[in-house]
């Protein structure tokens, strides 16, 4: 007990004394018991009631003894149960369980990981897929304070994710290596390279890398097939020294649709792990191109930007005419862009007009806003003779098409001539303006339709600063490219054919999650949560059909396709009582990815543990490793002194005394007509 508080009582035992002294007896001529018991009832309600305020308390030290956390996180993937290591595995896991030295140096904490991270209940080997990255990244949050030592079990080999060896973790990491680690000769198509888009008849580029490991002379044929047939072949050699060889050939399709290829190196006369010797993909052959015309009477960068961006999409070409010059006829075109219309512009508006052709619109400092009015009535501004700059404000309910926001509001402000615009059409805003700090609801990029011709305004100009903005972001032209991509579609794209859009891959694996998207708009070109949309897929061949519906989830149509067995398939979404309807086809190959793999990994795991201090051991050595984590000195417990501080009183029953002690009091009084 603190001095202080002794003090506090010492002064309250003066003060209820004195009370109950000047109350009943100081002064007063009649010296009964009665009163002497009655000063010492309220003495003591009065004492009470004052030692209750007080609170006297009395401060424990409790010291804790902390154990270092031990993190063991296991391999669940196909690769194991390949490599005949479920055993090894499941005996390490019971070794460190059993291991009382172990368990009272640490707190132990078990987890399995694949595709994810999850607490440790049994293990099933039954992942398709491995990220060795995954629980150093999980653990790096879980577990934020002191140094956590980390068992990784696994075989080493990873499908998915950020390379392990690059990852930053701050704890020692103890690699247990299960499988053969031997390196038998092999080999392999490690990496293939190709766009998914072409034309027919254009030269398609592939870009193959083939490994070799061993140390004879071996020539091997590379062969790739189209649907069975070869349409490529090439001898390569190898050595010991001459191991890596970069590909790079030719392909060339003469008919629309997906194209289903195989690229095979023939086999060595041992080898063990022949999977690894074919890569399959596939291409999409488009019949035409969309043509995009960009029409402009001044030089500035944004058409360059426009250019680049559009052209990302090998599915587009774009031309840029001075519109002095331009005698074409806009119907050529499936979109027309007009930069910073004057009255340069007449003629060109006039066949858009007359031709229903779709337009985007720019506008900027050139702008010839007094010829724009009177030229068309879908919009007008009532410009004043001052500019402003405005930063764009994603619109994330916009409903014309899938769209998302690429980080707008850190974009550099565009320049238009200030004033108000007004629309004569219903629009929808993909983008806001934003003056200074003020964020409206002003359109800065709107999109509108009237019949069968849709249009847009982009209202300002130096939008080629945000590719940029977009790039020193991500590191990449991909995420704005793919925003302008949507756009252009968008108004590229014939009305009566664009209310449902379907995303599906054209080839997937075994045991493969596929997941299809759709878009599906109203008459009105909005986002219709209320249609039911279904997807059926069929393979002639086994006669396997399958209709599944679609969610709806985040302003999109999704379903999720398991268990599907292997072949090709065509599929058709349809909506429920709805003319729009969208068919394809997909492939699912027999394979296995993580069946690959017929042996251990180690170099991830070497260049992990060298880089936390950690050790790496393999198979049979789970006493090492248990006794290397025992004599660690870097891991020891801590003890953590909390100090609790505990109340004298119960003021329940302190209290109960109090009202005891008064209604005795009062009782006395009252039957000896003290009151």
Do not use: C
């Not at 410009?383 to 980080?407: A, D, M, R």
């Not at 004569?424 to 609801?441: A, D, M, R, W, Y």
């Not at 490219?481 to 968008?490: H, K, R, V």
């Amino acid at each position: 007990m603190e001095t202080e508080t002794l003090l506090y009582i010492i002064l309250a035992v003066f003060s209820a004394l004195t009370i109950a002294v000047f109350q009943y007896i100081f002064k007063n001529k009649e010296k009964s018991q009665l009163n002497y018991w009655l000063s010492f009832l309220r003495f003591l309600s009065v004492f009470t009631l004052l030692l209750l305020i007080i609170n006297p308390s009395i401060k424990k030290n409790n010291i804790e003894i902390v154990k270092p956390n031990l993190l063991i996180a296991v391999d669940n993937s196909k690769s194991i149960h390949y490599n005949l290591q479920d055993k090894n595995i499941e005996n390490l896991i019971k070794k460190l369980k059993n291991d009382n030295v172990l368990n009272n140096k640490y707190s132990i904490d078990y987890f399995k990981f694949g595709n994810g991270l999850q607490v440790l209940d049994s293990l099933s080997f039954n992942e398709s897929q491995t990220d060795l990255s995954i629980p150093f990244l999980e653990f790096s949050k879980m577990y934020k304070d002191g140094i956590n030592p980390t068992i990784l079990v696994s075989d080493g080999n990873q499908t998915k994710g950020t390379g392990v060896e690059f990852i930053n973790y701050k704890s020692p990491v103890f690699s247990y290596m299960v499988g053969d680690t031997t390196i038998f000769e092999d080999i392999s198509i490690s990496k293939l390279n190709v766009n998914k888009y072409t034309y027919i008849n254009n030269k398609l580029p592939v870009e193959l890398f083939v490994n070799y490991y061993g140390n004879k002379n071996v020539s091997k044929k590379l062969n790739i097939f189209d649907q069975g047939t070869k349409v490529y072949s090439k001898t390569l050699n190898f050595s010991t020294n001459d191991n890596v060889k970069i590909e790079s050939f030719y392909l060339t399709a003469s008919s629309a649709g997906t194209h289903y290829y195989t690229a095979t190196i023939e086999t060595l006369e041992n080898e063990q792990n022949i999977l690894n010797n074919t890569k399959n993909f596939s291409i999409n052959v488009i019949g035409e191109d969309s043509k995009i015309l960009i029409l402009t009477s001044i030089i500035h960068p944004d058409l360059g930007m426009l250019k680049k961006s559009i052209e990302s999409n090998k599915q587009r070409s774009v031309t840029i005419f001075d519109v002095n010059k331009f005698k074409g006829n806009v119907s050529d075109y499936q979109l027309v862009i007009l930069y910073q219309p004057t009255n340069l512009f007449e003629n060109v508006f006039k066949q858009i007009t007359n031709k229903k052709t779709n337009y985007l619109i720019i506008s900027g400092l050139s702008t010839d806003w007094e010829f724009l009015n009177k030229l068309q009535t879908y919009f007008k501004k009532n410009v004043l003779s001052q500019t402003e700059e405005y930063q764009p404000i994603f619109n994330s309910t916009y409903e014309s098409f899938v769209s998302n926001n690429i980080g707008f509001s850190s974009f550099a402000p565009i320049e238009d001539i200030f004033g108000n615009v007004t629309f004569s059409v219903p629009i929808n805003t993909l983008l806001f303006q934003k003056i200074g700090s003020f964020e409206t609801e002003k359109p800065m990029l709107a999109t509108f339709h009237k019949n069968t011709q849709k249009a847009a305004i982009l209202f300002g100009e130096n939008s080629w600063r945000w590719r940029m903005n977009s790039f020193s972001e991500n590191k990449s032209f991909e995420l704005f490219d793919g925003f302008i991509s949507n756009l252009i579609q968008y108004l590229s794209s014939d009305l009566k054919n664009n209310r449902l859009n379907v995303t599906i891959n054209n080839l997937y694996y075994t045991n493969e999650t596929i997941e299809v998207t759709a878009s599906y708009l109203d008459e009105n070109y909005n986002f219709d949560d209320r249609a039911k949309l279904w997807i059926t897929i069929t393979n002639k061949e086994s006669n396997y059909i399958k209709k599944i519906p679609f969610a709806v989830l985040n302003n999109k149509f999704n379903a999720v396709l398991s268990n599907i067995p292997s072949g090709e398939f065509s599929y058709l979404v349809t909506v429920e009582n709805q003319k729009p309807r969208v068919s394809g086809s997909f492939k699912i190959l027999p394979f296995e990815v993580e069946q690959q793999f017929t042996k251990g990994n180690n170099s991830h795991l070497k260049n992990l543990t060298l880089k936390t201090e950690g050790e790496i051991f393999y198979n049979n050595q789970s006493d090492q490793l248990i006794a290397s984590l025992k004599n660690d000195t870097r891991f020891k417990s801590t003890l953590k002194l909390n100090i609790i501080e505990t109340p004298l009183i119960n003021w329940k029953w302190l209290l109960g005394f109090i009202i005891l002690s008064l209604s005795i009091e009062w009782f006395l009084r009252k039957y000896f007509g003290k009151i």
